[in-house]
């Protein structure tokens, strides 16, 4: 509850600067400009993804970021068309991989995986017995 009403506290403190230097119309502009960027980006989120998914491939990535970094960019776009200029700002940043990625460090748990069979602490061994 408290995280939210800072975040309330943040965004009409920003919203009301912004509303100050560029009139209410500048406001009612950026609120629309932002809305069907919001929604262009949401309908081009599955180019994104599978350029993530290459990445993956590739080995660039790995899987925790890969779901990190759509996720992210699904959320910032969904800011985007929630009127509020400190929320667009934040649905921006989302936008960004780099940014992505630095948010699902600090939310999202990271799992310990080897990624090949080589780095397993698991050795396969055959045991033969010779009889006498």
Same mark, same amino acid.
């Given at each position: ?9 943040v965004?009409?403190?920003v919203?009301?600067?912004? *509303?100050?230097s560029? *009139? ?16 262009v980006?949401l ?6 993804l599978s ?8 080995? @660039?990535?790995?899987? @925790?970021?890969?779901?990190s #970094?759509?996720l992210?960019?699904?959320?910032g776009?969904i800011?985007l068309i929630?009127?509020?200029?400190? *929320?667009?700002?934040?649905g921006l940043?989302?936008?960004? !991989? @780099? ?10 748990p ?6 090949n ?6 050795? !396969?061994?055959? #045991? #033969?017995?010779?009889?006498?």
């Amino acid at each position: 509850m408290i995280y939210f009403l800072g975040y309330l506290f943040v965004e009409i403190f920003v919203s009301y600067e912004f *509303t100050k230097s560029f *009139t209410p119309f500048g406001m009612f502009l950026e609120i629309i400009a932002t809305a069907v960027l919001g929604v262009v980006l949401l309908k081009n989120l599955n180019m994104s993804l599978s350029e993530n998914m290459m990445r993956v491939m590739r080995r @660039e990535i790995s899987q @925790e970021e890969f779901i990190s #970094i759509g996720l992210f960019k699904f959320v910032g776009a969904i800011m985007l068309i929630i009127p509020g200029v400190f *929320t667009d700002i934040l649905g921006l940043l989302m936008m960004f !991989d @780099e940014f992505g990625a630095l948010m699902a460090k600090k939310f999202i748990p990271k799992r310990d995986i080897p990624k090949n069979n080589y780095e397993s602490d698991i050795i !396969d061994v055959e #045991i #033969i017995e010779d009889k006498k």
